[in-house]
């Protein structure tokens, strides 16, 4: 792509800036004493890199920098742009409103999306220079921006009424004043109650109230209004709340777009999402994968014969193994890649001449890129073996991969390799500065034999200034999911050097359930998850006592959020060997828990319903045995946020009332415009500060 003179000046401004960053970065390290412990506001200094996207030539990277304003109460976004081969970046945009960028087909051009006007719309930056113009003004906003492959043509989604539909141009289309009309008509009413007729009504932090995602399409010259191809649809595209831009794409001609849909009739009980296709032109869309799990990420090869996709074959299982699949579009036939492959397939990636596939997974902490044969019986090889990479893309000549990576001791950058996992290199510098003045140390992992002597992975952070003679209080995360794992990768709503600053020494342990270890041992915590997970968490506290001689068995706490806070709340009514636990967004009574949204993932992992297996939610409930509470008194600090639709703050309400009846020490914290965690600085500071609070009056 030719620079022209706005950008070379602006890359040459962040080139000077950026030397005397650096310049800044070692002096400071150079400095004797100069690092220290981080705190909640070195956390809010960093800058949060994301959504790494590669220019079609393979020369340049555009990405999102998020920044917190703290006593805005907000998070600034807006689009930089690096050099592929490597260099300053450079700042796009400034309005702090402004993410998903997405190339245009000739490098010329990136469409974003921009708040900066008081909704949610697409515009256009050219890379010849002057001022973002605003593609769309549709009143139900925009949402996953896709770029045709011949230029023409934008693709995006937004939450529309399928009932407002009109006929236009003879076809059928989504009429926006309808949809102005429908949601002025509710802001200004003075009623404000939800009606719902069927599951799911709500999700994450949100009301359906009648709407659904739709997939638009749009002059990418603004010759045209956009258009609905999928007017009428009474599901949303892609999935709500549970996919992103990578389950939308379009063929190589841009004649067709593949997307993402559940069709179910009842929703929340139903993982079965299916790829289909449609024309752009408009038409009915066909449904091509039947599988009774969760089909989705659709890639188009770049030569057109095959769409990679994948895929989880158990139905009402959202953590079944995603496997690697491809469709013939010719024949109609599917085949599983790589099957003997144990690990879940995330981002895929096609090579510039359509015999590879790229793509990420989980592995025991960390996150590799693999490349796998596209033809049936070949394993994927390990290209990208070190660290946690996510947000995998490929240019489209094939030589370049782009991806983002962080660890527990370093918040994410945008890095780049060779096709074949060669060269890797660090592409951009945002937070070298602030990491220059602290002071962290970096996991080590061990395994130990957990319940039935089965292994497990644990990983353990040194707190700062580490003294080997000194005896250390110990911090014992409990990861949530469940079938999730704790990761040599950075994080900001539970940020573990922030929790080992104060001098604890922070404990992850990887227990059953946890993902990235192989599907048997995910699936191990179904139906059991008092059982097994809890006993390897207790037996890898006792294996990292046994191992490090600077922990104090006698000052441990535990802390956990939504199933973490689940095993937090069942170490409350199991055991005494913590002196303080902290349960966020905890699931305490299994039968209550039936008000969440996603009701599958309570009938598949209690294996039935709350009439259909009561026994199984008595028996792994916490409320069962709330009768412990005053048996170990242990105290707990229990926090939630009122807008969570996944675990009812209610569940973190029914613990408090049994704490202080049996008066067991204990806090209530609960956020009203907070959901699942705790996202907003000004309510992340408080959160951090009770957290570290309480930890510092019972660990003393």
């Not at 030569?303 to 995603?322: C, H, M, P, V």
């Not at 090579?351 to 025991?364: H, L, P, Q, V, W």
Request: neutral net charge.
């Amino acid at each position: 792509m030719k620079m022209t003179k706005r950008i070379v000046v602006a890359v040459v401004f962040v080139m000077v800036m950026g030397l005397g960053i650096g310049a800044e970065a070692r002096a400071q390290e150079s400095m004797a004493g100069a690092r220290h412990a981080i705190g909640f506001a070195d956390l809010m200094r960093m800058q949060r890199v994301s959504e790494a996207r590669i220019s079609p030539d393979g020369k340049w990277v555009a990405y999102t920098v998020a920044e917190a304003d703290v006593e805005g109460n907000r998070f600034n976004r807006n689009i930089w742009m690096v050099a592929a081969g490597g260099g300053a970046a450079a700042q796009l945009t400034r309005s702090g409103k402004d993410t998903s960028p997405a190339w245009s087909p000739d490098g010329k051009m990136i469409a974003f999306i921009s708040g900066r006007g008081g909704s949610g719309q697409i515009y256009l930056l050219s890379m010849e220079g002057g001022e973002a113009r605003q593609l769309t003004h549709i009143s139900t906003e925009t949402d996953m921006v896709k770029w045709s492959p011949d230029g023409k043509t934008i693709a995006f989604t937004s939450a529309v009424y399928p009932d407002c539909v009109s006929r236009s141009a003879a076809s059928l289309n989504n009429d926006d004043a309808c949809n102005s009309a429908r949601n002025e008509a509710r802001e200004k009413s003075k009623v404000k109650a939800h009606v719902a007729d069927g599951l799911l009504y709500r999700h994450w932090t949100s009301w359906k109230d009648g709407k659904r995602e739709h997939l638009f399409v749009v002059a990418a010259d603004g010759g045209a209004e956009p258009r609905d191809i999928t007017a009428g649809a009474n599901y949303d595209v892609p999935p709500d709340e549970r996919s992103g831009p990578g389950d939308i794409a379009f063929s190589p001609d841009s004649r067709e777009i593949c997307f993402v849909a559940v069709t179910d009739k009842v929703e929340a009980i139903s993982t079965n999402a299916d790829l289909f296709t449609v024309p752009v032109a408009g038409g009915e869309a066909k449904r091509i994968t039947t599988s009774a799990g969760f089909d989705g990420g659709p890639a188009y090869s770049p030569d057109g014969q095959w769409i990679a996709y994948r895929s989880q074959k158990t139905a009402g299982y959202e953590s079944d193994l995603w496997r690697v699949m491809l469709y013939e579009r010719k024949s109609g036939t599917h085949t599983q890649l790589a099957a003997k492959f144990d690990r879940s397939a995330e981002d895929l990636n096609w090579s510039a001449d359509s015999k590879t596939i790229y793509f990420t997974a989980e592995n025991e902490t960390l996150s590799p890129v693999y490349a796998l044969e596209a033809r049936a019986g070949t394993e994927p090889k390990k290209i990208v073996g070190e660290g946690f990479n996510s947000g995998l893309e490929a240019s489209k000549d094939g030589k370049t991969l782009v991806f983002t990576r962080s660890s527990l001791a370093a918040p994410a950058e945008v890095f780049a390799a060779g096709s074949d996992g060669s060269g890797v290199r660090q592409l951009t510098q945002h937070n070298a500065a602030v990491l220059a003045t602290l002071e962290m140390n970096a996991a080590e992992t061990f395994w130990f034999d957990g319940a039935g002597g089965t292994k497990v992975q644990a990983m353990m952070i040194r707190p700062p200034n580490f003294d080997a003679a000194k005896k250390y209080p110990v911090l014992v995360l409990l990861h949530g999911g469940p079938q999730t794992m704790w990761t040599n990768s950075w994080g900001y709503r539970w940020n573990e050097q922030v929790f080992s600053a104060p001098g604890y020494a922070t404990l992850m342990i990887n227990r059953r359930g946890s993902t990235g270890y192989g599907q048997k041992f995910t699936d191990e915590i179904t139906g059991d998850w008092g059982g097994k997970a809890y006993e390897d968490v207790m037996k890898g506290v006792d294996a990292a006592l046994a191992k490090y001689a600077f922990l104090d068995g006698t000052r441990m706490a535990a802390a956990g959020g939504s199933y973490g806070g689940y095993m937090a709340d069942w170490i409350a009514t199991h055991t005494g060997r913590f002196k303080a636990i902290i349960s966020h967004a905890g699931v305490y009574d299994k039968v209550s828990m039936y008000a969440t949204e996603e009701l599958w993932f309570e009938e598949h992992d209690m294996q039935g319903t709350p009439w259909g297996n009561p026994e199984g939610y008595r028996k792994w409930a916490p409320v069962s045995f709330a009768g412990d509470l005053g048996k170990y008194k242990t105290p707990t600090l229990v926090i939630a946020g009122e807008m969570d639709y996944r675990v009812p703050y209610t569940q973190s309400l029914e613990l408090f009332s049994a704490l202080q009846r049996q008066e067991v020490p204990s806090r209530l914290i609960v956020f009203p415009d907070e959901g699942h965690w705790i996202m907003k600085p000004q309510n992340s500071r408080f959160w951090y500060g009770a957290f570290l609070g309480w930890l510092g009056k019972y660990l003393k």
